[in-house]
């Protein structure tokens, strides 16, 4: 059976087309540039690579031209072929604890929560909306949300220490991001150990990140919040910072306070701090050069990840696993190492030589460690295609 797992964004539109008798990858690419001059597609296939302008007015075009050439390319014979299409959405607030077959009271809900993820809800309605056009309503439209996993924390976990009718009324709390990662790495976690029962901390660390404390394959506290701007250092991104500093800084500079936010989006994080580079592996690139604003950046970054480790160490009351996947948490080997060296208290002990292994599967702990530690690719697509084929058997 044939599932296409899809990410709409603002101007871009990612897929990847999945045999799911094996969970094969048949295709995946990403369309770029939607309504923008210079729209462009990728498509990786049988070991090939296509790349070509077109012009994409909207998100409708993309989906037309992503089908036309599935079959043009022979990648698949019909459009029947694909049975289910599987939807990354950001934020389901808190009504979503789980993947959902899409109907029009979700797409509704998704318009209403536009002011949670106002760049990513409208573009995620309008892939759903592309793809029901150009399929028809026997192909099955799925929804797996970011913020789903997330919303087994507990009261004291997602409220913050605020008016409480901020919550009641306007729906300030927690409500974390990067659920589909980290729920993917506490069902690897199982696969390891053979049982449920058990405590780890996942950190998916890439140019966006977030930590989170999962005990029994629930999530019980996580980095991000409100927004995806608070928690650990990110590329771009400040994470936790005080407050005050906006309108401190609103008076200084001249800026309203969307401004300021913005400004913590996307300009501060690596890229803020060492004044080079969003990238960690520029980062270290530039540490090899003698920049010191390079070094300081990676410093903060280390010691806000082992924050956030330590503290959920504490919150769990011990754990069985420490996990690491996304860009930095699977290929940056003097970041891992730092982050483990600094959890040595803790009883964490890695194999120096396993660690260097960048973007694979690996155990890094070693036998003296009293906490396991592995690097985990993750697999968001593969995850969405299993919620999908799931409904698809179920309904």
Not at 240 to 252: L, R, T
Request: charged share 25%; hydrophobic share 40%; glycine share 8%.
């Amino acid at each position: 059976m044939k599932i296409i797992s899809i990410n709409a964004g603002s101007s871009s539109l990612k897929f990847t087309l999945f045999e799911m008798d094996n969970e094969e990858v048949i295709a995946s690419g990403v369309f770029e540039r939607i309504g923008i001059e210079g729209s462009k597609y990728t498509i990786k296939y049988n070991g090939e690579k296509i790349e070509q302008e077109i012009e994409l007015l909207d998100h409708t075009d993309a989906v037309k031209v992503l089908l036309e050439k599935l079959i043009d390319l022979a990648i698949i014979k019909s459009l029947d072929e694909i049975k289910g299409v599987g939807h990354r959405l950001v934020h389901g607030k808190d009504k979503y604890s789980k993947s959902v077959i899409i109907t029009d009271e979700v797409i509704e809900d998704l318009e209403a929560f536009r002011e949670f993820a106002p760049l990513h809800n409208p573009a995620n309605v309008l892939g759903i909306k592309a793809f029901r056009e150009a399929l028809g309503e026997d192909t099955l439209m799925v929804g797996v949300f970011d913020t789903a996993f997330h919303q087994t924390m507990e009261k004291e976990a997602y409220l913050y220490p605020v008016p409480y009718k901020w919550y009641e009324n306007y729906g300030v709390r927690k409500y974390g991001f990067h659920g589909t990662s980290h729920r993917f790495m506490a069902l690897s976690m199982k696969e390891i150990l053979g049982r449920e029962n058990f405590k780890m901390i996942s950190c998916h660390i890439g140019n966006g990140g977030s930590i989170c404390a999962i005990d029994n394959m629930k999530c019980i506290d996580t980095s991000m919040g409100f927004t995806p701007l608070a928690g650990i250092m990110m590329g771009t991104r400040s994470g936790d910072v005080d407050p005050s500093i906006i309108p401190y800084v609103m008076e200084k500079e001249g800026k309203n306070a969307s401004e300021v936010v913005d400004d913590l989006n996307k300009v501060s994080g690596l890229l803020g701090l060492s004044e080079c580079s969003s990238d960690m592996r520029d980062i270290l690139s530039n540490i090899e050069q003698g920049n010191e604003q390079a070094l300081l950046a990676k410093k903060k970054y280390v010691r806000r990840v082992v924050d956030y480790i330590a503290q959920y160490y504490v919150l769990l009351g011990g754990v069985d696993a420490i996990c690491f996947t996304a860009g930095v948490g699977e290929n940056s080997v003097p970041v891992r190492k730092e982050i483990c060296e600094s959890l040595a208290c803790l009883g964490v002990k890695i194999d120096l030589e396993l660690n260097e292994k960048r973007g694979e599967f690996v155990k890094l702990s070693t036998d003296e460690s009293k906490i396991l530690v592995y690097v985990i690719p993750t697999d968001e697509e593969l995850m969405i295609a299993r919620d999908t084929l799931n409904l698809i058997q179920n309904r």
